[in-house]
């Protein structure tokens, strides 16, 4: 046998069957990373096992030190379940792009959820 145990995957929905279909029953602990370019580095985690049926993998929860919202088109929590946009908050997130003030000031902000 291989010495293959784990598989750390990231960026668009990934889609369980195509995936089990891609690891052919091989007993791989499979790891969904996610993280948006104005982040430096990945903010949620899921660990996935094949055996569980998903239909695709979530994002996961937050990593250490970041916060994750999904915000309604107002900028307001959004219940759970309810589709809105993931924002992210806490180290890691970037100060802005460089020499792009207009896009700066558009997806960047302030966390007005950040602990006090």
């Known amino acids: 046998g291989g010495t293959l145990r784990h598989v750390f995957l990231g960026g668009e929905p990934i ?37 569980e ?22 900028g307001r929590l959004a219940p759970a379940g309810v589709a809105g946009e993931i924002c992210v908050g806490g180290i890691g997130v970037g100060r802005g792009y460089l020499g792009r003030p207009e896009q700066t000031a558009e997806r960047f902000g302030s966390d007005p959820y950040a602990p006090a």
């Open 15 to 51: 889609n369980a069957a195509l995936l089990h279909g891609v690891l052919g029953g091989m007993a791989l602990q499979v790891h969904n990373t996610y993280g948006p370019t104005e982040a430096s580095d990945v903010v949620a985690y899921y660990s996935w096992n094949p055996a």
């Open 53 to 74: 049926a998903l239909d695709s993998l979530p994002i996961g929860r937050p990593v250490a030190n970041v916060r994750l919202y999904v915000l309604d088109g107002a």
